[in-house]
């Protein structure tokens, strides 16, 4: 492992050696959310005004982080978000991001707008592996990606329902960055001054979305960066259309980006197997409520009939056992990682994982907390 990555000790730690890595805009679409980004700081902020009631005296010398995730086992109570356009921080991100969520024994969400296709992953990877297809307009396109997962042996969907149209990120607008990214008089000194990301970006040219291939009109390439696939997207997706993809997957079905707790009632008594509670990492409605905040009263609506899985804002192993504490079975981590892969490609979103398990476990330790059943409401003060 490299020095600099060895040194990093936590995820700011990763994030900061990315941004040295990255073209501010290249950095900015990936660290950044919409408007003022008030979801985006709100998500972490809401862990931190959490206070943690920790037990002593418990034996604690031996710790297990294991749990079951959608029925099956997993060596952390995470799994990696899915994310799209990351191969644009590092060639081959998304394979690089699956290898070490099998590796450190997490499942893997590959999202519809990554560089790598649905079979590339599935061969390269290895470990459980989930599929996020966006739903677009072009529906026969969508059912040929569920298809394809289904062939590819996928074990579960992650149905994205918080993205009708694309978010308004303002640092993309103002890095005139889109997708795919030009060069421009405007942008050429961000470009430049990295040329460890632009020289190679220059001689093999930027990398395609393979899963969009033959969409409409499409070679790959979208052009919107705000959100990759915006403008393709189906506005009108409603819960009928939902129901007709969940009858005809029958496998593990997850739907990602709820905040309410009427819509979660809904969407378990529907028979999804997981919810993710999600704001989409800040990055679509600006002021959405912090993830944190919104949980109790999902887990109490779903009353078990799902699992409930919370993203937004982790960034410490500390804020994996507060998600647990207030009901969540686990949680997803974005950015968290993607810092990671986008420092130093594979070893970086490993470096990523371990600095999560090791906080994790630390946490658990000084909770009193043997085992991730022991992590329970009453560490969280009233
Ligand atoms: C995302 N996210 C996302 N979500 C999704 O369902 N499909 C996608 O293609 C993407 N793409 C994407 C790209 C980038 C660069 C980021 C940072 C995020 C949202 C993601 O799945 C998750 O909800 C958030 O990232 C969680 O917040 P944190 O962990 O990043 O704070």
Redesign the pocket.
């Known amino acids: 492992m490299a020095p600099a990555l060895h040194r990093a000790q936590s995820i700011a730690q990763l994030r900061a050696l990315a941004r040295r890595r990255l073209p501010r805009a290249v950095f900015d679409?990936?660290d950044g959310g919409a408007e003022e980004e008030i979801s985006l700081g709100a998500?972490?902020a809401a862990f931190e005004q959490a206070r943690l009631l920790p037990r002593v005296l418990t034996d604690v010398s031996q710790v297990d982080t294991a749990t079951r995730l959608l029925g099956a086992p997993s060596a952390l109570p995470l799994a990696i978000?899915?994310?799209?356009?990351?191969g644009l921080g590092w060639r081959g991100a998304d394979v690089a991001v699956a290898r070490a969520a099998a590796a450190a024994g997490v499942p893997y969400?590959l999202?519809?707008?990554?560089h790598s296709t649905i079979e590339e992953v599935a061969r390269s990877a290895g470990g459980r592996l989930w599929f996020?297809p966006?739903m677009l307009r072009q529906t026969e396109f969508v059912h040929g990606w569920v298809e394809r997962a289904r062939a590819a042996d996928y074990e579960a969907l992650?149905i994205?329902v918080d993205?009708p149209v694309g978010g308004n990120r303002e640092r993309d607008r103002r890095n005139h960055f889109t997708l795919p990214f030009r060069l421009t008089p405007r942008n050429f000194l961000d470009f430049a001054s990295r040329p460890g990301w632009s020289l190679p970006m220059l001689l093999r040219g930027q990398p395609v979305m393979g899963n969009m291939v033959g969409l409409a009109g499409g070679s790959g390439k979208t052009t919107s960066a705000g959100s990759?696939?915006g403008s393709n997207m189906d506005a009108s997706f409603g819960w009928d259309a939902l129901q007709r993809i969940r009858d005809h997957w029958p496998r593990k079905f997850i739907v990602?980006?709820v905040l309410r707790a009427g819509d979660a009632q809904r969407l378990a008594a529907m028979g999804c197997d997981a919810l993710?509670v999600?704001n989409?990492?800040?990055?679509q409605l600006d002021g959405a409520m912090p993830t944190f905040d919104a949980l109790p009263a999902v887990v109490a609506a779903v009353q078990g009939r799902a699992e409930v899985l919370l993203?937004?804002?982790?960034r410490r192993g500390r804020h994996v056992v507060q998600a647990l504490a207030a009901g969540a079975s686990g949680v997803?981590?974005?950015?968290?990682v993607?810092y990671g892969v986008a420092a130093a490609g594979e070893p970086g979103a490993r470096r990523a994982l371990e600095i999560l398990r090791e906080e994790l476990t630390r946490t658990m330790r000084l909770c009193g907390c043997r085992s991730v059943g022991e992590i329970d409401r009453a560490l969280l003060a009233a």
């Open positions: 679409f990936f998500n972490t978000a899915p994310m799209g356009a990351i969400t999202s519809s707008a990554a996020q966006y992650v994205t993205l990759t696939v990602k980006g993710v999600s989409h990492g800040g990055r993203d937004g804002g982790v997803l981590v974005g950015r968290g993607l």
